[in-house]
T-cell receptor
Framework: QQQVKQSPQSLIVQKGGISIINCAYE??????FPWYQQFPGKGPALLIA?????SEKKEGRFTISFNKSAKQFSLHIMDSQPGDSATYFC??????????FGEGTQLTVNP | NAGVMQNPRHLVRRRGQEARLRCSPM?????VYWYRQLPEEGLKFMVY????????ESGMPKERFSAEFPKEGPSILRIQQVVRGDSAAYFC????????????????FGPGTRLTVL
């Protein structure tokens, strides 16, 4: 049972554009929502994370928007750069437990 | 401050052999998680361990797979009698015992072990 659904599967944007990746979850016990960035051949690296009592969190060019009532959250990458080309995973976590990952979005930023 | 270390980075085994994957958590971290990533897929949780204890193994296949995190030394994920379907990247993550400023036990991932079964 897929508890975190992520879309789109792949995304191509032009340099300077906005990249938007969406996730939806089912388990209302989730209380922590991180996003991970993964380059080929590397392990996932934590990018930014949010708690459900906050509707938005911004760190540099990366913003998470969170809609608790809709059980959805999204990652926005402003001024996308070719170096942002990677696979992005949303995840969700219950307190003191493991991460449940989305299926991933392969982002390509064209120069 | 070294991150999570995994070895080997690449492992090739023939069907029926055993695979042993090692994970050394970040300094000061006492929680270890193992995840498996099949090609073109997301990471799937396998097992969560603390020193000398298995906390949650609900994602681990019932047969052939085992994990341990001894009092001394790295965590070990062992796969016996490997089959081609075991070919995947296996990632270890570690977290501290306390929740820190963020209020959560943030997980930090290692570079993974890529297992190929011939």
């Amino acid at each position: 049972q897929q508890q975190v659904k992520q879309s789109p599967q792949s995304l191509i944007v032009q340099k300077g554009g906005i990249s938007i990746i969406n996730c939806a979850y089912e388990n209302t016990a989730f209380d922590y929502f991180p996003w991970y960035q993964q380059f080929p051949g590397k392990g996932p690296a934590l990018l930014i994370a949010i708690r459900p009592d906050v509707s938005e969190k911004k760190e540099g060019r990366f913003t998470i928007s969170f809609n608790k009532s809709a059980k959805q959250f999204s990652l926005h990458i402003m001024d996308s750069q070719p170096g942002d080309s990677a696979t992005y995973f949303c995840a969700a976590k219950e307190s003191g437990s493991r991460l449940t990952f989305g299926e991933g979005t392969q982002l390509t930023v064209n120069p | 401050n070294a991150g999570v270390m995994q070895n080997p980075r690449h492992l090739v085994r023939r069907r029926g052999q055993e695979a042993r994957l090692r994970c050394s958590p970040m300094k000061g971290h006492s929680h270890v998680y193992w995840y498996r990533q099949l090609p073109e897929e997301g990471l799937k949780f396998m097992v969560y361990l603390q020193k000398e204890n298995i906390i949650d193994e609900s994602g681990m296949p019932k047969e052939r797979f085992s994990a341990e995190f001894p009092k001394e030394g790295p965590s070990i994920l062992r796969i016996q009698q490997v089959v081609r379907g075991d070919s995947a990247a296996y990632f270890c993550a570690s977290s501290p015992a306390d929740r820190g400023i963020a209020g959560y036990n943030e997980q930090f991932f290692g570079p993974g072990t890529r297992l190929t079964v011939l």
